[in-house]
């Protein structure tokens, strides 16, 4: 892809999360950090995390972290591209549960942690709507689970399942047939390590 189509991709995210009224800012600590990437900050890890890159919740710029009661010292931000230069996997999955078979790509989850230098043993991830889900961090990485940023080649979308979405490859792997989809969170814009 050219650099030209992805400054664009970066800028249609950062309009649609605009629209869809969730503040992802960084915080006035944070600036600097924002300068370095290329659109929009769509995933924040924070907790146990060694490599952060952008300061504390501020509660008069992280208007939606505030909407979410997230409050946190420091947290690692990540845009679209930097997700897309750590280690792209693509699986397939149905989802939900017994519905049809798609192709999901994205890092794995184990990736993201790593680049966030989170140490932790959970990961609480949290979708758009407030919803979230405590995971063992040992359950993700044993399984095979990836952050989605795709789904059949398309970016995934906030108003469906993105920006981003916790995908396990059940459809390739047989010890996975059987898992529900209590840990499939979409919507997931913050993870925090524990």
Known sequence: MSAIFLKFRGLCIAATLALAGGSLALSLTGREAAAQQAG?????????????????????????FEHNAVEFREGTGFDYLSLEKLDMIKVRADFPKGGDEHEYEGPSIASVLEAAGADGDTVTAMALDGYAVEVPVSYLVRNGAILALKRDGHPMAIGGFGPTQIVFPRAERDDLKEMNDDYWIWSVFHMKVQ
């Open 40 to 64: 929009p900050v769509i995933l924040t890890v924070t907790g146990d995390v060694s490599k952060p890159n952008r300061g504390g919740f501020d509660p008069g710029v992280d208007k939606f």
